[in-house]
């Protein structure tokens, strides 16, 4: 959130509102399917203080993506749950790079700010420059011996 608070009543896709009975309508399947998807955990909505299932739009769709999965493509539910599993972990791996990355690109980005002060604080003294001549002048150096 950025500060401002959320407004209670405003619905989201995750909003748990819908009863057993609209749900099932909405997906197309009967509320024992959806019964039994709960069970075997599939898609497990939200509960009332007396229990009774509360789905969102989330779970909607995640019920018309298993039926399609089912139906559509002849996969049973225990490799429909492990397709959820593996999306569900795949967004969160996805979530956690792009955490990173905005870390990574905040440490840039004050490391830069660090050295441009660094480099602000140096002394720019003028120091005379002198160009050398190139010569073919040839230097000997004897050490001084011992007197003895």
Same mark, same amino acid.
């Given at each position: 959130? =950025?500060?401002?608070?959320?407004? @209670?009543y405003?619905?989201?896709?995750?909003?748990? $509102?819908?009863?057993?009975?609209?749900?099932?309508?909405? +997906?197309?399947?009967?509320?024992?399917?959806?019964?039994?998807? =709960? !069970?075997?955990?599939?898609? +497990? @909505? &939200? !509960?009332?203080?007396?229990?009774?299932?509360?789905?969102?739009?989330?779970?909607?769709? %995640? %019920?018309?993506?298993v *039926?399609?999965? +089912?139906? =559509? /493509?002849?996969?049973? %539910?225990?490799?429909?749950?492990?397709?959820?599993? %593996? /999306?569900? *972990? $795949?967004?969160?791996?996805? *979530? !956690?790079?792009? /955490?990173?990355?905005a870390?990574? &690109?905040?440490?840039? $980005?004050?490391?830069?700010?660090? /050295?441009? *002060? #660094?480099?602000?604080?140096?002394r720019? =003294?003028l $120091?005379p420059?002198?160009?050398?001549?190139?010569?073919?002048?040839? #230097?000997?150096? !004897? @050490?001084?011996?011992?007197?003895?």
């Amino acid at each position: 959130m =950025d500060g401002r608070r959320r407004n @209670p009543y405003q619905l989201t896709d995750e909003t748990p $509102v819908y009863v057993i009975s609209v749900a099932a309508q909405l +997906s197309g399947l009967h509320p024992q399917t959806l019964r039994q998807y =709960d !069970r075997l955990g599939l898609v +497990s @909505p &939200d !509960r009332t203080a007396g229990r009774g299932r509360r789905y969102s739009a989330r779970d909607i769709e %995640l %019920l018309r993506t298993v *039926q399609a999965l +089912s139906q =559509d /493509e002849g996969i049973n %539910l225990a490799g429909i749950k492990r397709i959820i599993e %593996l /999306e569900n *972990q $795949v967004a969160a791996l996805q *979530q !956690r790079v792009a /955490e990173l990355s905005a870390a990574v &690109d905040g440490a840039a $980005v004050a490391m830069q700010q660090r /050295e441009a *002060q #660094v480099h602000a604080s140096y002394r720019r =003294d003028l $120091v005379p420059y002198q160009d050398v001549q190139q010569t073919s002048a040839l #230097v000997v150096w !004897r @050490p001084k011996r011992p007197q003895d």
